[in-house]
Nanobody
Framework: QVQFVESGGGLVQPGGSLRLSCAAS????????MSWYRQAPGKERELVGG????????NWADSVKGRFTISRDNAKQMLYLEMNNLKPEDTAAYYC???????????WGQGTQVTVSS
């Protein structure tokens, strides 16, 4: 079945960096657009950014443009999110899913918590 396993979160000071990873399985990863989402307490899940299946296309939430980078390794079925210049408002649980502007699958992983605080 479709499965996502996110990792790499943690506590970081404002201005710091983190790299998140997502291991995907159970679907045709190399032909799927992939995206990162996040959900802060009391808020709805929102799209952070996405990458096309051929790695050439990107889409970003305005709030993270220029600070976050997304990449993928189709051979390993892995998705990555490099986050730089982190801000307290980036604090959230981060999830991955297939699809571009909306999630393709109803199933989600456990997420990985990112907390930006001094």
């Amino acid at each position: 079945q479709v499965q996502f396993v996110e990792s790499g979160g943690g506590l970081v000071q404002p201005g710091g960096s983190l790299r998140l990873s997502c291991a995907a399985s159970g679907f045709n990863f190399h032909s799927s657009d992939m995206s990162w989402y996040r959900q802060a307490p009391g808020k709805e899940r929102e799209l952070v950014g996405g990458i096309s299946s051929d790695e050439y296309g990107r889409n970003w939430a305005d709030s993270v443009k220029g600070r976050f980078t997304i990449s993928r390794d189709n051979a390993k079925q892995m998705l990555y999110l490099e986050m730089n210049n982190l801000k307290p408002e980036d604090t959230a649980a981060y999830y991955c899913n297939a699809g571009d502007w909306s999630p393709k699958f109803d199933s989600w992983g456990q997420g990985t918590q990112v907390t930006v605080s001094s």
